[in-house]
């Protein structure tokens, strides 16, 4: 899969805040994302990002 800082991904499931998309802040064994909707910020392994990635949305 070839997600790249800065990038937006959408995923399968929403946050609580109700936005379902986030950027790519940091990437590697595990991604730092951003939710999009309300700022909060995750770490998250590789292999659920991957698995939940519904569509990848190329920085501009």
Do not use: Y
């Amino acid at each position: 899969m070839d997600i790249q800082v800065g990038d937006v991904v959408r995923l399968k499931k929403q946050h609580p805040c109700g936005s379902k998309e986030w950027e790519v802040l940091r990437i590697g064994a595990d991604f730092r994302l951003k939710c999009k909707g309300c700022g909060h910020q995750i770490m998250i392994a590789r292999r659920l990002v991957e698995k939940n990635v519904k569509e990848i949305i190329p920085k501009a």
